[in-house]
């Protein structure tokens, strides 16, 4: 590999994303509809809100149910402070954020806070797969596996 692998390179461009304005019901339907387990909220401008979610929809049940509080608004439920990453984080980062964070999506994110696109666990190991396939095998001691290190030249690995 000559390059190393960043968020550029697998990140998802064209997401599903909600609106503030949105009734809390409408964006779980979206959320149904599109059978998907979250979603970026942005503004009018692109920029980057945080991400409702499937947990964040079992929050609202819980609130309107126990406190019998009429409130639809999203925001509200909304996680505003969720992981995000640029788009030259490298893999290792983004895998190590993702078992840091215990999240299933990270948000990419410009300079600005304008969503650029998203990265799900899945996505990232499509990308480590990808790699291993490209990659010259390396023998191990135990059955000629090949090691993920293998992925990177010794002058890319990060550590």
């Not at 499937?54 to 509200?76: C, G, R, W």
């Not at 984080?89 to 078992?99: E, K």
């Not at 299933?104 to 969503?115: E, H, I, K, Q, Y």
Request: glycine share 6%; net charge neutral; proline share 6%.
């Amino acid at each position: 590999m000559d390059q190393p692998i960043v968020a550029r390179d697998m990140m998802v461009r064209n997401l599903v994303t909600l609106s503030p304005e949105m009734d809390t019901s409408q964006a779980i339907d979206v959320l149904l509809r599109h059978r998907i387990s979250g979603a970026p909220v942005v503004d009018t401008w692109g920029r980057f809100l945080g991400i409702f979610s499937e947990k964040s929809s079992l929050e609202f049940v819980i609130h309107t149910t126990y406190d019998a509080l009429p409130t639809a608004n999203l925001m509200q439920f909304v996680q505003t402070d969720p992981p995000t990453i640029s788009e030259d984080t490298d893999l290792l980062t983004i895998a190590q954020t993702f078992l840091d964070a215990s999240c299933r999506r990270l948000p990419v994110l410009c300079r600005s806070g304008r969503l650029l696109g998203q990265i799900s666990r899945r996505d990232l190991l499509r990308a480590v797969r990808s790699s291993m396939k490209q990659a010259t095998p390396v023998a191990a001691e135990h059955g000629g596996s090949l090691y993920l290190s293998a992925i990177f030249n010794s002058g890319q690995r990060p550590f």
